[in-house]
């Protein structure tokens, strides 16, 4: 289930208007809300590097890094990867939201082993390294594109992690106030897992705090941050 982001508007301006601090627009929300995002986004593949380092706990729901990953698979999915007549070595990754390539899969369901560009060279030449219609390899050539030898075989495919969708608090105006609107096309909630509520609220604030150049509000969304991750790492 999707972080509802008129939730998370409604939090951020209570906690900004406490006092008369501030106000934040829509406009400026949906700026904020996207950078938060994604920051929540790319920071669990840096936790998961680290933290798979480590044992994790054995108690189901307490396991870190089974909590990280059940974050991370609401993102994953299977793209197709396909060539033309043309450049039968080179595949397409058809999708529009690529966010980072896991596994290539051959039409066998056998792993395709990944190399690096140096290496093709030396790989190509050896007798024994050498590829085969038995045991694919593949060189990442572009955000969209690998080249596979011997050659991309139909029915291959890839996992992959895709990107988030951008968040944005559509709204129509009401006697000059802007009135939260969820069938407005443009409405689309957090595309974060649901416990992540709390942390969207604190990193909004953050940025808020940061742009209006208040540091109270700043020093409250960061304070509220570090104190959440703490607790998380412990």
Do not use: C
């Not at 030449?125 to 050539?141: C, E, G, K, N």
């Amino acid at each position: 289930m999707a972080v509802n982001i008129d939730t998370v508007y409604q939090k951020v301006l209570a906690i900004a208007n406490k006092e008369q601090r501030g106000y934040i627009t829509p406009q400026e929300f949906n700026l904020f809300a996207e950078q938060a995002q994604l920051e929540i986004f790319e920071q669990y593949f840096y936790d998961l590097n680290q933290l798979s380092r480590v044992h994790g706990k054995s108690e189901e729901y307490s396991d870190i890094v089974h909590n990280l990953n059940e974050k991370v698979a609401l993102f994953e999915s299977i793209a197709t990867i396909t060539s033309a007549p043309a450049t039968p070595t080179v595949g397409t990754i058809n999708v529009t939201n690529l966010y980072r390539l896991g596994t290539v899969i051959d039409a066998n369901y056998r792993e395709v082993e990944e190399v690096q560009q140096n290496e093709l060279l030396y790989i190509l030449q050896s007798p024994l390294a050498a590829p085969s219609l038995t045991r694919y390899i593949y060189v990442r050539t572009g955000e969209l594109t690998i080249e596979m030898r011997p050659v991309v075989q139909a029915g291959t495919t890839g996992t992959y992690v895709r990107r988030p969708t951008k968040p944005s608090w559509g709204y129509v105006v009401v006697g000059h106030k802007a009135l939260f609107d969820a069938t407005n096309p443009s409405t689309n909630n957090f595309d974060l897992h649901q416990s992540e509520e709390n942390e969207l609220v604190y990193k909004i604030l953050r940025l808020a705090g940061v742009s209006m150049k208040r540091p109270d509000i700043m020093g409250a969304g960061q304070g509220m941050d570090t104190m959440q991750v703490q607790q998380e790492k412990q």
